[in-house]
C-alpha cells in the first residue's frame, strides 16, 4: 500500500523532470458529455512522451542508487510505460532495454529507439516478453520496472491527483481509465487522502474487464482473452497491491466499447483540437456514452491519459 506521504515525496522528487500537465475547463461545451455543474479535463496527453507513465518510471529511476542505476533498466512494454522507461534511461544516461511482444508495430519500436533504448522482440504477448524482461533483470542484474504494480511507479502516478485539487479543490468526481491499475491506485490515494469524500469512477474496456471481474471475484482473476483494440488498456491480470487499492477508493468501475472510445476521441479532437488514443478518451466516453453519471451539482474532472491518432482517422 501507498500513502499520501510516498505520493507527496514523489511529486517534490520528479518536479524538475516531468511537465505540469493543464487542467482544462471544458464547462461550456460540457452538454453532450454530462449534466454536471462543471467539467474539467486533465491533460496528460501533453506529458512528456505523451501519456502519465513518465511520471512513475522517472519516480522509479531517481529512488535508486548510483550503484544500481550503473546496471541500467528493464521493463516489458509495447507502450506507453516503455516510453516512460526510455525516457528515464535517457535522463539518467543509463541504457534502457525494452523488451516488446512482437505483435508490436515497428513505429513503436522506432519511438523508443529515438529515446535511446534498446529494443528486443520477444514472445507473442505482454505476458511473454514480460517473462523474458525479468529473466534479463534476474541474470544481468538491470532494475526492473513494473508497469503498475511497483509502489514507486503507483507514487508517481498519483501525482496527478495532488495537480488536480491543488488546481480545482473543488471537484468532486474523477474518472480515470484503467489498465492495470497502477494509474487509478495512485489518482486515488491521492484524492481520497486529501479529500474523503470525493468520488472515483475507473474506466475499463468491455474487451478487457480485468479489475471489473477482479472486483466481482474478490481476488486478482487472469481474463481468459482480450478483444479490445486499446492495447495500453488490456492486461490479462493485475496485481494484489492494485487490487486492495481500487477495493478502498474506488466507488465503481464502468465498462466502455472501443466504438464508445473513438467516438469520444473524435469528440476531443473536433471539440478541442485534443489528440487522444482510445485510453485517453475512455473517461470522456464514460460521460458521452451515459455510463458515469452526474448530477447537476457537481464538479466532475476527466483525465486524458494519453496522445494518440484515434480521433483523427
Known amino acids: 500500500m501507498i500513502e499520501l506521504q510516498d505520493i507527496q515525496a514523489a511529486q517534490a522528487r520528479v518536479a524538475n523532470y516531468i511537465r505540469h500537465t ?4 471544458a464547462t461550456p ?5 454530462c449534466q454536471a455543474q462543471s467539467l474539467y479535463l486533465k491533460l496528460e496527453c501533453l506529458q512528456i512522451t505523451g501519456s502519465f507513465k513518465a511520471r512513475g518510471a522517472v519516480n522509479k529511476l531517481l529512488s535508486l542508487t548510483p550503484e544500481q542505476l550503473a546496471h541500467g533498466l528493464v ?11 526510455a525516457y528515464a534511461g535517457w535522463l539518467a544516461k543509463v541504457p534502457a532495454t525494452i523488451y516488446l511482444p512482437r505483435s508490436t508495430p515497428l ?6 529507439e529515438s529515446w535511446g533504448a534498446r529494443v528486443i522482440f520477444a514472445g507473442a504477448v505482454w505476458d511473454e516478453a514480460n517473462h523474458a524482461a525479468l529473466q534479463a533483470a534476474e541474470q544481468e542484474g538491470l532494475n526492473y520496472f513494473h508497469p503498475f504494480a511497483d509502489p514507486l511507479v503507483i507514487a508517481g502516478q498519483g501525482t496527478i491527483g495532488l495537480e488536480i485539487l491543488e488546481a480545482a479543490p473543488g471537484i468532486d ?3 480515470v481509465a484503467i489498465g492495470g ?5 495512485g489518482v486515488s490515494t491521492a484524492a481520497r487522502s486529501l479529500k474523503p469524500g470525493i468520488k472515483v469512477i475507473g474506466i475499463e474496456p468491455v474487451g478487457a474487464p480485468t479489475l471489473y471481474e477482479s472486483l466481482r471475484a474478490g481476488k486478482v482473476v487472469e481474463l481468459p ?11 490479462r491480470r ?3 497491491i492494485n487490487l486492495e487499492i481500487i477495493q478502498q477508493n474506488v466507488d465503481e468501475i464502468v465498462l466502455v466499447t472501443d466504438e464508445e472510445m473513438r467516438e469520444a476521441a473524435r469528440w476531443l479532437w473536433f471539440e478541442m483540437g485534443i489528440a487522444a488514443e482510445l485510453s485517453g478518451a475512455a473517461a470522456i466516453a464514460a460521460l458521452l456514452s451515459g455510463k458515469a453519471t452526474t448530477e447537476p451539482t457537481e464538479k466532475v474532472c476527466a483525465l486524458v491519459c494519453g496522445a494518440g491518432k484515434d480521433g483523427i482517422q
Open 107 to 112: 513505429v513503436k519500436a522506432h519511438m523508443l
Open 22 to 25: 493543464p487542467l482544462v475547463e
Open 238 to 240: 493485475s496485481a494484489p
Open 225 to 235: 482473452q482480450i478483444t479490445t483494440t486499446a492495447g495500453t488498456l488490456a492486461p
Open 75 to 85: 521493463t516489458a512494454s509495447g507502450g506507453n510505460h516503455g516510453l516512460g522507461v
Open 173 to 175: 468526481t474523477m474518472l
Open 29 to 33: 461545451i460540457k452538454q453532450p458529455l
Open 181 to 185: 491499475g497502477g494509474l487509478i491506485s
